[in-house]
């Protein structure tokens, strides 16, 4: 059975068929199971004061977990950084590129700048290191 999502809420726009292929587990990444579907998500849910949103962590650092270079800027970003990247629906088409979000979470607040695209359409290929897509409320992060 497929998720239906009520009128005017974000749910799955499609769905994607896994393929196993070499996945760097980097940061307990996840890696695609073949035969599994994957949901896919054109859309984030709506942003407040209030959003919640799931934290992974991810390194833009060369050969790190985060695949090639940021797509806001072309490079990579050391592990000092405090940068992220967005679902594919907050990433908005790159209108949030290099602009500063402010994450609060257990009781601190930080500022990240939005440096790259958390694909939640494509996934389980070379391209995007054999992972799913992201869900559409994820904040990547280095710790």
Known sequence: MRYTPL??????????????ENCNKENNSDCCKGGQEYPQYHCSPAIT????????????AKGGDGGGPSECDGNYHSDEEKVVALSTGWYNHGSRCLKHIRINANGRSLLAKVVDECDSVNGCDYTHDFQPPCRNNIVCYVL
């Open 7 to 20: 009128l005017g809420q974000c749910g799955p726009s499609g769905y994607l068929h896994g393929r196993t």
């Open 49 to 60: 004061g209030e959003t919640h949103a799931t934290m992974t962590i991810n390194s833009f």
